[in-house]
Nanobody, 123 residues
Framework: QVQLVESGGGSVQAGDSLRLSCAAS????????LGWFRQAPGKEREFVGA????????YYADSAKGRFTISRDIAEKMVYLQMNSLKAEDTAVYYC????????????????WGQGTQVTVSS
């Protein structure tokens, strides 16, 4: 099993940057993709991007490309979501998730979830 805990959310102004952290634990993470999702009120949970733990390869939703960057710290078992040039429409609860589907982009591809952290962007 994988346990995930997000942190780093908060309230910022449009154009600001924020880095979210996800602390992961488990026997091994090498078989997993570590993904970031977000969910705004009244909306479906939306894929943001993911990183393959073993290789460090990343892939992103179109809405995140060029603004958001996912990285990992292998020794600390941490995954990060660096968000730049934030917009009001980025306001959501952000979740870290783990799954083993190749290039998984659906919430259904991820079996383990953190509790979420709120990001609020004011224009």
């Amino acid at each position: 099993q994988v346990q995930l805990v997000e942190s780093g959310g908060g309230s910022v102004q449009a154009g600001d940057s924020l880095r979210l952290s996800c602390a992961a634990s488990g026997r091994t993470l090498s078989r997993y993709n570590l993904g970031w999702f977000r969910q705004a009120p009244g909306k479906e949970r939306e894929f943001v991007g993911a990183i393959t733990w073993s290789s460090g390869n990343t892939y992103y939703a179109d809405s995140a490309k060029g603004r958001f960057t996912i990285s990992r710290d292998i020794a600390e078992k941490m995954v990060y979501l660096q968000m730049n040039s934030l917009k009001a429409e980025d306001t959501a609860v952000y979740y870290c998730a783990a799954g083993n589907t190749y290039y998984g982009r659906s919430a259904l591809d991820y079996a383990y979830w953190g509790q979420g952290t709120q990001v609020t962007v004011s224009s």
